[in-house]
């Protein structure tokens, strides 16, 4: 209960954009300041130096160029472009090639066409050099549009893309059967947005039986999944249905947050376990930093800490 108030009441504020304005000033200006906890950087290049030292500490990585509800065609093709030299420059960095991306951001909400085409833009840029792009899942609203995509993609032979699943969502059990099936590699999660009942699960208990109940049957039937998440209850029900299972530690990854739990990160990194950070920068972080917050409301007080000593 407690956790669908605090969702909701940080993702109104995330629309704010008065606070949007006041947080991107202040919230990433020095190299102590909050938004430094969960985001990698403002610029590409903060991104791959974390990148680096992520993969120096035996981790992997996967660079996400913050950004999402573009609202017009000019946005969306700003983003793509962003995303193509995002590509180039990894590329020329030498860091791991593997990219998440949000439709929003190439237009889903504005004209499904024009954002096919955008992924697509970004697909053909990546195959060469072996990149592996992630969609990650927005909105329910979003998720049957945001399928179609993916699947048009997929019919055309791109097999260097795979999909976000929620638990939350009602609706995930059956595309996470569906989907594996075909071969669509999944990164499973739990949801970080506010939805109603009629589409999702609204306890925290309900979600969690259905993220372990999905993980269950990636394991035992997907490709390579992703189990996404800081649970260290559900990361030992995994490692346990692994070991049930025999299936090797190279037959899936771990993924977690940049900056979250970074105690569990290092123990799974000397237990042996693949663990994928998720890496996000740019400028348009405010979003992304106020579901994080509404994740665990807790996390104000490091903001406040780092706004009084920056002071
Ligand atoms: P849960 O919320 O139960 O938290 C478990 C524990 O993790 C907490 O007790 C706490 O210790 C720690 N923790 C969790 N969140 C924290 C925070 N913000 N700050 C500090 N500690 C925290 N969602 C989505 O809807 N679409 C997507 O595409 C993605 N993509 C994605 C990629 C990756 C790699 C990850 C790890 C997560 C996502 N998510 C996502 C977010 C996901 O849906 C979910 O909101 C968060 O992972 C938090 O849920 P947990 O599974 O960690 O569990």
Same mark, same amino acid.
């Given at each position: 209960?407690?956790?669908?108030?605090?969702?909701?009441?940080?993702?109104?504020?995330? @629309?704010?954009?008065?606070? #949007?304005?006041?947080?991107?000033?202040?919230?990433?200006?020095?190299?102590?300041?909050?938004?430094? @906890?969960?985001?990698?950087? #403002?610029?590409?290049? #903060?991104? *791959?130096?974390?990148?680096?030292?992520?993969?120096?500490?035996?981790?992997?990585?996967?660079?996400?160029?913050? !950004?999402?509800?573009?609202?017009? *065609?000019?946005?969306?093709?700003?983003?793509?472009?962003? &995303?193509?030299?995002?590509?180039?420059? *990894?590329?020329?960095?030498?860091?791991?090639?593997?990219?998440?991306?949000?439709?929003?951001?190439?237009?889903?909400?504005?004209?499904?066409?024009?954002?096919?085409?955008?992924?697509?833009?970004?697909?053909?840029?990546?195959?060469?050099?072996?990149?592996?792009?992630?969609?990650?899942?927005?909105?329910?609203?979003?998720?049957?549009? +945001?399928?179609?995509?993916?699947?048009?993609?997929?019919?055309?032979?791109?097999?260097?893309?795979?999909?976000?699943?929620?638990?939350?969502?009602?609706?995930?059990?059956?595309?996470?059967?569906?989907?594996?099936?075909?071969?669509?590699?999944?990164?499973?999660?739990?949801? $970080?947005?506010?939805? =109603?009942?009629?589409?999702? &699960?609204?306890?925290?208990?309900?979600?969690?039986?259905?993220?372990?109940?999905?993980?269950?049957?990636?394991?035992? +039937?997907?490709?390579?999944?992703?189990?996404? +998440?800081?649970?260290?209850?559900?990361?030992? $029900? $995994?490692?346990?249905?692994?070991?049930?299972?025999?299936?090797?530690?190279?037959?899936?990854?771990?993924?977690?947050?940049?900056? *979250?739990?970074?105690?569990?990160?290092?123990?799974?990194?000397? #237990?042996?376990?693949?663990?994928?950070?998720?890496? =996000?920068?740019?400028?348009?972080?405010?979003?992304?930093?106020?579901?994080?917050? !509404?994740?665990?409301?807790?996390?104000?007080?490091?903001?406040?800490?780092?706004?009084?000593?920056?002071?």
């Amino acid at each position: 209960m407690l956790s669908a108030i605090s969702k909701s009441f940080f993702h109104l504020l995330a @629309r704010s954009r008065g606070l #949007e304005a006041l947080a991107s000033r202040v919230g990433m200006a020095r190299p102590t300041s909050f938004g430094r @906890r969960f985001i990698a950087g #403002e610029t590409l290049d #903060e991104a *791959i130096a974390a990148a680096r030292a992520i993969q120096a500490g035996g981790m992997n990585v996967t660079l996400d160029q913050l !950004g999402e509800s573009v609202t017009t *065609i000019s946005g969306a093709d700003a983003a793509t472009r962003i &995303y193509l030299q995002t590509v180039d420059a *990894i590329v020329g960095a030498g860091v791991e090639r593997n990219i998440s991306l949000k439709l929003s951001q190439l237009g889903l909400n504005i004209d499904r066409a024009t954002c096919t085409d955008n992924l697509r833009r970004i697909l053909e840029a990546s195959r060469p050099h072996d990149f592996f792009v992630r969609i990650d899942m927005e909105e329910s609203s979003t998720v049957p549009a +945001t399928l179609e995509v993916f699947q048009s993609v997929w019919d055309q032979g791109s097999r260097h893309v795979g999909l976000v699943l929620q638990s939350a969502l009602y609706r995930s059990e059956e595309d996470a059967r569906r989907l594996s099936d075909a071969g669509v590699r999944i990164r499973l999660v739990k949801g $970080a947005y506010k939805e =109603p009942k009629s589409v999702a &699960y609204q306890k925290k208990a309900d979600v969690d039986a259905a993220f372990v109940r999905i993980m269950d049957q990636l394991l035992r +039937t997907g490709t390579y999944p992703a189990l996404a +998440t800081h649970d260290p209850a559900i990361i030992d $029900a $995994a490692k346990r249905m692994a070991a049930a299972n025999r299936i090797g530690n190279d037959r899936y990854e771990f993924q977690m947050l940049y900056g *979250i739990r970074r105690d569990l990160q290092a123990a799974l990194v000397a #237990e042996g376990f693949r663990l994928r950070l998720y890496v =996000p920068f740019g400028t348009q972080w405010f979003p992304y930093f106020m579901r994080r917050l !509404g994740e665990r409301p807790a996390n104000l007080a490091f903001v406040l800490r780092a706004l009084i000593r920056d002071r």
